[in-house]
């Protein structure tokens, strides 16, 4: 993650944002979320990943883990789910692209916090759309770093 000064770092207040509202280094703050076994339980349906780490407890701590270990897409759809409801709301329409580290399991039970803050910004299409690159950097309850990356969005813009 890179850090960026603080005179250029400032958390967006609820509403909605477009290409044009969003400077480099502004913040979201986008909620947690708590990863219980349920959730783990119906992402295993949807996904059909049923591996063991995920879904047994006794073959977790076998393996070292207190818990039964999330799915890291399970995490990442949580994350984009709360990017998507957050009170600073980004107008764009489409994921262009996710670049993504997955750096410590998620364990039945953990409350995930994340922060998105804009990386970058690029006008395409004749002006008439516009790409945001957020850097996202997801933390547990003790505040470690278990998933971080990027994700660039793509919103329509008005003609300069």
Same mark, same amino acid.
């Given at each position: 993650?890179?850090?960026y000064p !603080?005179e250029?770092t400032?958390? @967006?207040? !609820?509403?909605d944002? +477009?290409?044009?509202?969003?400077?480099? +280094?502004d913040?979201?703050?986008?909620g947690?979320a708590?990863?219980?076994?349920?959730?783990?339980?119906?992402? &295993?349906?949807?996904?059909?990943?049923?591996?063991?780490?995920h879904?047994?407890?006794?073959?977790?701590e076998?393996?070292?883990?207190?818990?039964?270990v999330?799915?890291?897409?399970?995490?990442?759809?949580?994350?984009?789910?709360?990017?998507?409801?957050?009170?600073?709301?980004?107008?764009?329409?489409?994921? @262009?692209?996710?670049?993504?580290?997955?750096? &410590? !399991?998620?364990?039945?039970?953990? %409350?995930?916090?994340?922060?998105?803050?804009?990386?970058?910004k690029q006008?395409?299409?004749?002006?008439?759309?516009?790409?945001?690159? @957020?850097?996202l950097?997801? %933390?547990?309850?003790?505040?470690?770093?278990?998933?971080?990356?990027?994700?660039t @969005?793509?919103?329509?813009?008005? !003609?300069?």
């Amino acid at each position: 993650m890179h850090p960026y000064p !603080p005179e250029k770092t400032s958390y @967006l207040a !609820p509403g909605d944002y +477009g290409f044009d509202d969003l400077s480099i +280094g502004d913040r979201i703050e986008i909620g947690s979320a708590t990863i219980s076994a349920e959730l783990i339980d119906q992402f &295993a349906v949807v996904s059909g990943d049923r591996y063991e780490l995920h879904m047994d407890k006794a073959f977790a701590e076998t393996h070292g883990f207190r818990d039964r270990v999330a799915h890291g897409l399970l995490v990442l759809s949580v994350v984009d789910g709360l990017k998507n409801n957050a009170e600073a709301h980004l107008d764009g329409f489409v994921s @262009l692209a996710w670049n993504w580290q997955f750096q &410590a !399991p998620v364990l039945a039970g953990d %409350t995930i916090a994340a922060e998105i803050v804009i990386a970058g910004k690029q006008r395409s299409g004749g002006g008439r759309h516009g790409s945001v690159r @957020l850097e996202l950097k997801i %933390t547990n309850q003790d505040g470690r770093v278990v998933q971080s990356g990027h994700n660039t @969005l793509l919103f329509k813009v008005s !003609p300069v």
